[in-house]
């Protein structure tokens, strides 16, 4: 019976049935004359490279339609029949990778075996270049598979051969997969070009079009096959240099960080090695609790912009949290793991004894601190003539930051550079932190900090403050928000005892803005009340014991400062804000002073002054709304905009 080929078959072999030389037929019929000239007309096949029957092929040339191979007619109906399935203009393209890429790495030195390999269906499925002198086998992989099954294969022929460099066909969960592990993935397509087909290499990276070369513009190292866009990535350090011969990124996971809690365990030692470490990030141990879970060792990748944690407090996860996993790629491997979040939120007290990773060091009432120098006023300054011993870069830096405070400013460390002439925009933190202490000693109570007038490049107190006043002995508050009231206080004071009157230059444009009638009657009322509670503080005084008379005393003589600088503060409205916190926290400092228990005599005394009754005894219900108020201060997120660190001391 005869059959009729209606396939339009764009391909054959040429020189056997059995041939690797692929060829294409033009589709037009005047490129279809000079192909016929160049080649001759009948030594085209059906080849069995190309899932063909074998076959010889003939040419046929239309003129309306367009031309291609086509089987002899089968007229007694004897031959076998043909079962190839892919006729197209790309259905030779394992032939012409083959010959391209031998030809290729052959310019380049390498001597390559290639192999064409049936994965299932054909042999178009993959091209293999198997290069000994480097161990190294390049796969075209053509056809896409499963992720299992290619994951099989990836998998043993990495134990056969070392290193596999993996091409792919289509873009598929295995392109993606390759991404997501190493930054980038590689791809081929071939173009048409005359009776060939023009091999091209893309680079498969996250977020960004493919990006295509020919394969002249690529070349085969030891690190594997490298692109111009792969060249170009690595120079950017976006991806590591043989990347595809590392370990593999992390996989990850989503975790809920709301419900996961860390605290630092101080004695391990931070792990640099590890395949978990990412650019930009750094890893940290400790314990991590997930809300209802036993509590777990792990790791944290936190971002290098985030402060270090520190055994001052546990930690709430924030952000983008998830669950890094290292798969175990090798024998003998084991699987890593480690929690990744974005920033984290500080718990303290009751929140952070309720997690069970911390107990309070000491009883709250042990350690006093020594009076504030703010509590005394800051008589005119003299220039503390430079000790001996004091290096000169202090003395220098010294007299600028007097002359910084004259101008009612504040500082950088870049701008002191440039005031001074000297390089400290490249020391290191601790180097700064010294000179610093070097300039404000040796410390005289009655002079103003200088120290204060270094802020950072956000206009944020140096993350390292806190440390120069305890290296100082000046007592500070513990808490970042309050620490930078205090130390905005502390800059106030150095401009006016360096004699200068107007407001910092930095924040003008932000106090300038004057108060609401209603923000001044609050504030009012709480001046009020500021005033009432003193008067209280000051006629239990006498009578307080002990380190509870010793923390009253200090406290009388805050909320005294307070009280005075009310004054220079009520026409502005963002120095009236702050100062109204402040006078929060007074009031909640005294209302725990004075609330001990009392003899019932004590407030019967004739010198006890008269007290507004709203004064004597704070509702329950306001306590409440302060204490819960002041929680809610504590546990706001560490801002990473501005690389501030806990105000906990450290060295
Ligand atoms: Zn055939």
Same mark, same amino acid.
């Given at each position: 019976m005869a059959q009729i080929d209606f396939r339009l078959v764009q391909t054959a072999v040429m020189g056997g049935r059995d041939s690797d030389q692929p060829v294409i037929l033009p589709e037009e019929p005047h490129n279809l004359d000079e192909f016929r000239r160049q080649f001759g007309k009948d030594d085209f096949w059906c080849g069995t490279l190309l899932g063909g029957c074998g076959e010889r092929l003939m040419t046929k040339r239309y003129e309306t339609k367009v031309c291609h191979f086509s089987h002899f007619p089968d007229r007694d109906g004897s031959r076998a029949a043909c079962h190839r399935t892919a006729n197209g203009v790309d259905s030779a393209d394992h032939l012409f990778i083959k010959a391209h890429v031998t030809q290729w790495l052959a310019g380049q030195g390498h001597a390559a075996q290639a192999e064409l390999c049936s994965l299932g269906h054909g042999p178009g499925d993959a091209v293999d270049f198997v290069l000994r002198a480097t161990n190294q086998r390049l796969r075209f992989e053509l056809r896409p598979s499963d992720y299992r099954s290619w994951r099989g294969t990836a998998d043993s022929l990495a134990a056969k051969e070392g290193h596999v460099e993996w091409v792919f066909g289509l873009e598929s969960a295995i392109t993606r997969d390759m991404t997501a592990r190493y930054g980038y993935a590689l791809r081929v397509r071939c173009e048409t070009d005359g009776n060939s087909r023009r091999v091209v290499i893309g680079t498969v990276t996250e977020n960004r079009p493919v990006a295509w070369s020919s394969l002249e513009q690529c070349r085969m190292t030891g690190d594997g096959l490298i692109t111009l866009d792969l060249e170009e990535l690595r120079g950017r350090g976006l991806i590591r240099e043989g990347a595809a011969r590392h370990d593999a990124v992390a996989g990850s996971l989503p975790l809920r960080g709301a419900e996961i809690v860390f605290a630092i365990d101080g004695e391990a030692r931070p792990d640099t090695d590890s395949p978990l470490v990412e650019g930009g990030r750094y890893l940290i141990s400790g314990f991590i609790k997930p809300a209802g879970h036993r509590i777990l060792r792990a790791q944290l990748s936190l971002p290098h912009d985030t402060p270090r944690p520190t055994e001052q407090y546990v930690y709430q996860l924030a952000g983008a949290v998830r669950l890094l996993v290292t798969e175990a790629?090798? /024998?003998g491997e084991s699987t890593r793991w480690a929690v990744r979040a974005d920033s984290l939120i500080q718990l303290k007290g009751l929140d952070a004894e309720r997690t069970g990773l911390w107990r309070p060091p000491v009883a709250l009432d042990e350690p006093l601190p020594a009076p504030? /120098?703010?509590t005394r006023p800051a008589p005119a300054p003299t220039t503390i003539p430079p000790q001996s011993q004091a290096s000169r870069t202090a003395t220098v830096l010294r007299q600028a930051l007097e002359d910084v405070a004259r101008e009612g400013a504040t500082t950088t460390w870049k701008q002191l550079a440039e005031r001074v002439g000297l390089d400290l925009a490249h020391l290191p933190d601790p180097k700064r932190r010294d000179l610093l202490v070097e300039v404000d000693k040796p410390r005289d109570r009655n002079r103003s900090l200088l120290c204060v007038l270094v802020r950072a490049p956000s206009g944020r107190p140096l993350s390292y403050l806190a440390t120069v006043l305890r290296l100082l002995q000046v007592s500070a508050p513990a808490s970042e928000s309050a620490l930078y009231r205090w130390s905005d206080e502390q800059i106030r004071a150095a401009h006016t005892a360096y004699g200068n009157r107007t407001p910092p230059v930095q924040a003008s444009a932000a106090i300038a803005e004057a108060a609401r009638p209603a923000e001044v009657r609050a504030v009012q009322e709480q001046l009020t009340l500021l005033k009432a509670q003193l008067a209280v503080g000051r006629a239990t005084l006498p009578r307080a014991t002990g380190r509870r008379a010793a923390r009253l005393a200090t406290t009388v003589k805050d909320c005294e400062q307070h009280q005075r600088l009310y004054e220079s503060v009520q026409q502005r409205r963002q120095e009236l804000r702050l100062w109204q916190r402040e006078s929060e926290r007074l009031l909640d400092d005294l209302d725990r002073l004075i609330g001990h228990p009392l003899p019932a005599s004590a407030t019967a005394k004739n010198s006890t002054p008269a007290v507004p009754p709203a004064a004597k005894s704070p509702s329950r219900r306001d306590r409440t709304s302060t204490h819960s108020r002041r929680r809610r201060q504590q546990t706001s997120p560490v801002c990473r905009s501005c690389s501030s660190r806990p105000a906990t001391p450290t060295t």
């Open positions: 790629d090798r /024998p504030k /120098p703010a």
